[in-house]
């Protein structure tokens, strides 16, 4: 009975936050750790009633044809890549983001300010530097602003690419909601994983269900910190009660290998160009870099914003005739970036 009244309680304190949502546009804190608390009480059922919910209000859109970076996909093909993130968590692509993008990308990376975030060892709070220094680190992780991001061409015409909000839509069953678009550096600066530079195994829940597309901007190699995967952990019941019991934390590589084994372990080595879509509510982590660094770009889609509260860019300029299109035609898949 106890147990009971207690997840009324935690479900009650959602409900709320939701309202609470609906009217200001914001997600109340309490509500946000209600829904992590009853994630790990239900090993992922409740996320997977939310989502059913959020589908219903906000069906998925009649989209144009689903062409863009993946190529063009019919319906056939987007099923395809649906049912293969369903049953491991991620999906590599044949097609490879454009060589001339990755330079472009990577002189973006190379030239903007950068803020440098605190290591697990460090007393110092994160800071900025005007660019990143890649003969001279200072740092594990450096992410570029978010404004930067966002305001560039080549961004947002990834934002705007059909093929991957197709991906995106049929994967969250309703419509999609453009969130967290970043770009950052890992660096050799240490010889250890760092926690703040998400080097030990985790599950994200920042919202209720999301799509990531990771483009490796630079090549990765297994000395450069790989992205790992653990192979169908973002699926309801993978991950262990007890492992679960210890709320949104850090796990080290052991702890990780003795619940799943290593053979469920997924290093991404891949070229540059390589996009890889994955549901990180699976355990995942980047590996420690061992030689040099490496540049991934991200951009997310959501079935709704309803979570975290997380500090993102907003459009000063919409340079991409697509995506001012989009704004127009579907105004909520971009309604976190545009300015109010």
């Known amino acids: 009975m106890k147990r009971i009244l207690v997840f009324c309680y935690f479900a009650a304190r959602i409900f709320y ?17 209600s829904m992590i608390w009853l994630f790990c ?11 059913a919910f959020v589908s219903l209000i906000h069906p998925p859109y009649r989209l144009p044809v689903a062409k863009g970076v993946l190529g ?14 369903k049953a491991k968590g991620y999906h590599v692509f044949e097609r490879r983001l454009p060589d001339e993008v990755c330079d472009r990308l990577l002189e973006l990376a190379s030239s903007k ?33 978010p404004d930067d991001v966002v305001n560039n061409s080549d961004v947002q015409r990834l934002m705007a690419d059909l093929s ?33 530079a998400a080097q030990w195994f985790h599950f994200d829940m920042d919202r209720i269900k ?7 901007i630079t090549d990765v190699t297994i000395k450069t910190g790989p992205h790992t995967f653990i192979s169908s952990s ?16 850090r796990l080290s590589d052991d702890i990780v290998e003795q619940h799943f084994g290593r053979d469920r372990f997924v290093e991404f080595c891949a070229p540059r160009g390589t996009i890889l879509a994955e549901d990180t509510r699976g355990l995942h982590k980047g590996k420690l870099v061992e030689v040099g ?38 105004p909520r898949i971009y309604a976190n970036f545009v300015q109010t």
């Open 17 to 33: 936050g939701g309202l609470v949502y609906l009217l200001v546009g914001r997600t109340p804190a309490s509500a946000y750790q």
């Open 41 to 51: 009480a239900t090993r992922g059922r409740s996320n997977d009633a939310l989502a």
């Open 72 to 85: 063009t996909l019919d319906e056939a093909a987007i099923n395809l890549i649906v049912a293969d993130i």
């Open 113 to 145: 300010e950068c803020i440098v975030r605190a290591a697990d060892d460090s007393s110092e709070r994160a800071f900025r530097v005007p660019h990143y220094d890649r003969s001279h680190p200072v740092g594990v992780r450096y992410d570029l602003l």
């Open 164 to 196: 991957l909000i197709a991906v995106a839509q049929r994967y969250l069953g309703s419509r999609p909601v453009a969130d967290v678009t970043a770009l950052w550096w890992n660096t050799s600066f240490s010889d250890r994983p760092d926690r703040e």
């Open 210 to 216: 999301w799509l990531k597309f990771f483009i490796c």
């Open 234 to 249: 973002h699926r309801t019941d993978a991950i262990p009660s007890d492992l679960l019991s210890a709320g949104y934390a």
């Open 293 to 330: 660094d490496r540049l991934m770009f991200q951009v997310q889609f959501s079935n709704s914003l309803f979570g975290a509260t997380v500090q993102g860019g907003r459009f000063k300029t919409v340079t991409d005739p697509g995506l001012r299109d989009l704004t127009i035609r579907y």
